[in-house]
């Protein structure tokens, strides 16, 4: 028989994760209220400083003064923003035991750990290594490879991405385990990123397919989008439109990162929109010529669908002989102005009218 006072004390622990989870977690009401694309500050370069855990961080971690290693590097960085050509963005990460362990510095999008940072070797690495763009030859230098996943789990800074970080993080390397991915997806808990509102927020770096190193940000991610990131994004380097919120190197010019999202290509070449958008004209391209003009035994003849009928083509032949020439100046100055996707649909048209003239020549010429 249970013991009535454990099973009430998991009643209790139950109520209370359910009950944080409706305030800060992934059923609170904020989620998805709020428009993604665009909410990523421009930054073209991204540090982390691997540094303790996400339990000892204070709100501000570049504030310590028990262990001042994040406020130097943070006053280093800042100190010398006029001399680094390169906009760089400072971020706390995880320091992890046998991997990224405390001091290490990631560079992205270089793809570079120096194993090791020191307080007395902050000015000399800044100084190499970001305003003069030179290796640190106080460090030891490694390569990174794979994809990494930055997870937002600050809690101390926001019970957000206290609630939802930590959920996120399990979640993600059970489906990196389960698709023995382990070597080649990594995924650590980071410090505050902006967007806490956004919650749950994650970065990953990784290559697209032609081996260039992307930063992609996404917010309101929940558990359910955990094997869809994997899958689609790492997997097949296809973004995740609904939950984008920007990316390194890009402006945060309103309207610039939907555009930017719409064009990303897949390994195939093209991108999600366009490839809808290039069906549906071709698929109405094909309507139209179907539904006009077609070759007959003896030449051309007028292949009328049922809502047409002779009164059509005489409309038609009324409007080109009326408008001559300036129907065709306008059909000109419109094409110009559209993509090639909607000049075949325009095409189409237009071909489908000059055989209706020509027909119709034809039939009065035999008449």
Not at 172 to 184: C, N, Q
Not at 202 to 219: F, M, N, Q
Request: aromatic share 6%; proline share 3%; with cysteine.
């Amino acid at each position: 028989m249970a013991d009535p006072v454990n099973v009430l004390t998991a009643e209790i622990v139950a109520s209370e994760e359910d009950d944080e989870n409706v305030k800060f977690g992934f059923q609170r009401s904020e989620m998805h209220q709020s428009k993604l694309a665009g909410t990523v500050d421009p930054y073209e370069r991204h540090l982390f400083l691997c540094f303790q855990s996400p339990d000892s961080w204070l709100p501000r971690v570049e504030e310590s003064e028990t262990d001042p290693l994040p406020k130097l590097l943070s006053s280093a960085l800042k100190a010398c923003k006029n001399d680094i050509t390169v906009k760089t963005k400072l971020t706390i990460c995880e320091a992890r035991e046998g991997t990224f362990e405390s001091g290490d510095v990631l560079i992205f999008p270089e793809m570079i750990k120096y194993k090791g940072l020191k307080d007395s070797e902050i000015n000399g690495f800044v100084d190499y290594v970001l305003v003069n763009d030179k290796s640190w030859a106080g460090g030891m230098q490694e390569a990174l490879t794979g994809s990494h996943v930055f997870v937002c789990a600050h809690a101390s800074r926001d019970k957000r991405c206290g609630v939802c970080g930590p959920i996120l993080i399990e979640k993600l390397k059970e489906g990196i385990e389960s698709r023995e991915l382990k070597d080649r997806v990594f995924v650590s808990a980071c410090s505050h990123v902006g967007g806490h509102k956004y919650a749950g927020n994650l970065i990953i770096y990784s290559p697209d397919s032609d081996g260039k190193i992307t930063g992609h940000w996404y917010g309101y991610v929940t558990p359910d989008d955990v094997a869809e990131i994997l899958d689609q994004h790492i997997g097949k380097g296809i973004l995740i439109e609904r939950l984008w919120r920007g990316q390194m190197g890009a402006s945060t010019e309103e309207g610039e990162e939907v555009d930017k999202v719409s064009e990303q290509r897949i390994p195939n070449g093209e991108g999600v929109n366009k490839s809808k958008k290039q069906e549906e004209m071709n698929t109405e391209a094909n309507k139209l010529n179907t539904s006009s003009c077609c070759q007959g035994a003896s030449g051309f003849s007028c292949c009328r669908d049922g809502n047409g009928g002779a009164s059509e083509e005489k409309k038609l032949k009324e409007k080109i002989e009326v408008h001559g020439n300036e129907g065709l100046g306008k059909v000109s100055s419109w094409i110009g102005s559209l993509e090639q996707s909607d000049i075949l649909a325009a095409v189409a048209v237009v071909g489908a009218v000059a055989s209706v003239a020509v027909a119709y020549s034809m039939y009065k010429r035999s008449g």
